[in-house]
């Protein structure tokens, strides 16, 4: 092979390989899912995640050197965000792919779902029943205002207890929250019907939803 063209090559691989270190860690992956939420603070990134402030920020530093997320300068706060539509997407992507490769993630949502108090239900069948259900956001408030279903209401999982009184028995619920590598859909889930309720765990993202609409 002619050498310009081999060192161009393998310089242009080289650039791809920093998305690559960005990928390359569970905790930075845990950080792309819930920045594909909303934006987020340094502290709350490290509270969703239960990562110290320290080591968010480094793990943060190298997803900016590869360009999967910026910041914005609000007020005292310095807010991360996704760097474009196109790393939320990638993240969709890669989950998908590690569900459909991997068996190991595929034991751990039977696992989750196995309880007799969590009733599971399919995107397809959820989005046919979207008129006649009542859908249910338990995600925090932020994440609901950036974007949600459209007859959703919302009730953060942490709040739930304290709200039951704000549903209906006589529909069913079909609860969602971050999507398939979050428990509180499940949990939520189970929490309601075991007070009454009927309600199913919708184990998909507001972005799934969207997709899947398309």
């Given at each position: 092979?002619?050498?310009?063209?081999?060192?161009?090559?393998?310089?242009?691989?080289?650039?791809?390989?920093?998305i690559?270190?960005?990928?390359?860690?569970?905790?930075?992956?845990?950080?792309?899912?819930?920045?594909?939420?909303?934006?987020?603070?340094?502290?709350?990134?490290?509270?969703?995640?239960?990562?110290?402030?320290?080591n968010?920020?480094?793990?943060?530093?190298i997803?900016?050197?590869?360009?999967?997320?910026?910041?914005?300068?609000?007020?005292?706060?310095?807010?991360?965000?996704?760097?474009?539509?196109?790393?939320?997407?990638?993240?969709?992507?890669?989950?998908?792919v590690?569900?459909?490769?991997?068996?190991?993630?595929?034991?751990?949502?039977?696992?989750a779902?196995?309880?007799?108090?969590?009733?599971?239900?399919?995107?397809?069948?959820?989005?046919?029943?979207?008129?006649?259900?009542?859908?249910?956001?338990?995600?925090?408030?932020?994440e609901?205002?950036?974007?949600?279903?459209?007859?959703?209401?919302?009730?953060?999982?942490?709040?739930?207890?304290?709200?039951?009184?704000?549903?209906?028995?006589?529909?069913?619920?079909?609860?969602?929250?971050?999507?398939?590598?979050?428990?509180?859909?499940?949990?939520?889930?189970?929490?309601?019907?075991?007070?009454?309720?009927?309600?199913?765990?919708?184990?998909?993202?507001?972005?799934?939803?969207?997709?899947?609409?398309?």
């Amino acid at each position: 092979m002619n050498q310009q063209a081999l060192e161009y090559k393998n310089k242009l691989y080289k650039e791809l390989s920093r998305i690559g270190k960005g990928l390359s860690s569970d905790k930075r992956l845990a950080i792309l899912d819930l920045l594909s939420q909303s934006p987020k603070s340094v502290e709350r990134i490290a509270q969703e995640t239960g990562i110290s402030v320290a080591n968010t920020s480094r793990h943060l530093q190298i997803l900016k050197d590869s360009r999967l997320v910026k910041a914005v300068q609000d007020g005292n706060h310095v807010i991360y965000q996704l760097g474009s539509p196109k790393i939320q997407a990638l993240v969709a992507l890669l989950i998908s792919v590690g569900e459909q490769e991997l068996s190991e993630i595929g034991a751990l949502h039977a696992e989750a779902e196995r309880p007799k108090d969590v009733k599971p239900i399919g995107l397809a069948e959820a989005i046919g029943e979207a008129q006649q259900d009542l859908i249910l956001d338990v995600r925090p408030a932020d994440e609901y205002a950036a974007g949600h279903i459209d007859t959703a209401i919302n009730i953060p999982v942490d709040e739930l207890s304290a709200n039951m009184s704000r549903l209906p028995k006589k529909k069913t619920i079909i609860v969602y929250c971050r999507g398939r590598l979050c428990p509180y859909a499940n949990l939520a889930t189970q929490l309601l019907n075991q007070h009454g309720f009927r309600a199913r765990s919708l184990n998909y993202s507001f972005y799934d939803w969207k997709k899947k609409k398309q």
